[in-house]
């Protein structure tokens, strides 16, 4: 069972080189992603002059989330794992593959990534709005909190498929590429109803700069909910005792 691989660790882990050198990954790869994510949908602001939301500004947040995660997670894997997203983490401590003390370094790096970037892109742009996620007209919270649901759980699932299973091979030169087509295609699906966050960090960012907390609690709980139904079904029923590795976090 997933839930018997849970560990606290050492707070010695939080002066450790290697706890460090993976935060700071995680704090570069966030910056990356949120840069480019959050800045195409201020651009497209800006070329359509604030118009509102259209197909095309979906399929555009699509793209380029899809593409910056790719790289993102790429760029992270060998250091910290590439979990660029405090779900995907959350989703790890669940399986027993990161310890809860580093999981908080990496949640401290992943907000702080976020925030910094919004700010960056905030002077940047010349004072532009930093867009925090917000419910479309006649979408309640509890509708977003299921769509949060649903798609972390698609995106955590194929972390598990293509990066954290030890069976995976060589199914796991494609793992970024899975995880940021999931990506795309969830916002696909979600972008016009609630945002389609799946990650609490790129939530937190916009809001902290723009000061809009309205239902920012579903950008949390959904995801993290989603997060550990996809690692316990993953864990119990598709990684066998005899196949089950603890992975270091550098493995995935």
């Given amino acids: 069972m997933a839930n018997s691989r849970i560990t606290i660790g050492n707070p010695s882990e939080f002066g ?27 651009a ?5 002059n604030n118009s509102p939301a259209t197909a095309d500004g979906v399929v555009a947040a699509a793209l380029s989330h899809a593409f910056a995660l790719f790289v993102a997670v790429s760029v992270g894997a060998n250091i910290s794992g590439g979990h660029v997203n405090p779900a995907v983490t959350f989703g790890a401590f669940i399986g027993g593959h990161i310890t809860l003390l580093r999981g908080l370094l990496y949640w401290i790096a992943q907000l702080l990534g976020s925030v910094v970037a919004c700010f960056l892109l905030k002077f940047a742009t010349g004072g532009s709005e930093t867009s925090a996620f917000s419910l479309s007209p006649g979408v309640g919270s509890a509708n977003a909190l299921v769509f949060e649901i649903v798609m972390t759980f698609g995106l955590v699932y194929t972390v598990y498929a ?8 060589q199914l796991g030169i494609i793992a970024p590429m899975a995880i940021g087509f999931i990506v795309g295609a969830n916002i696909l699906a979600g ?29 949390w709980v959904g995801p993290l ?23 270091s976090v550098a493995d995935y």
């Fill in 16 to 42: 450790q080189a290697d706890a460090l050198q993976a935060a700071l990954a995680e704090f570069i790869s966030m910056l990356i992603f949120v840069f480019a994510g959050e800045g195409s949908g201020m």
């Fill in 44 to 48: 497209f602001n800006k070329l359509t």
């Fill in 162 to 169: 293509t990066a954290v299973d030890p069976k995976k091979g």
């Fill in 191 to 219: 972008g016009a109803f609630d945002g389609a966050s799946m990650n609490p960090a790129v939530s937190f960012g916009p809001a902290v700069v723009s000061g809009i907390w309205a239902n920012h609690w579903v950008y």
């Fill in 225 to 247: 909910i989603g997060s550990a139904i996809a690692a316990v079904v993953y864990s119990t029923f598709f990684i066998t005792p005899n196949s089950y590795e603890q992975l």
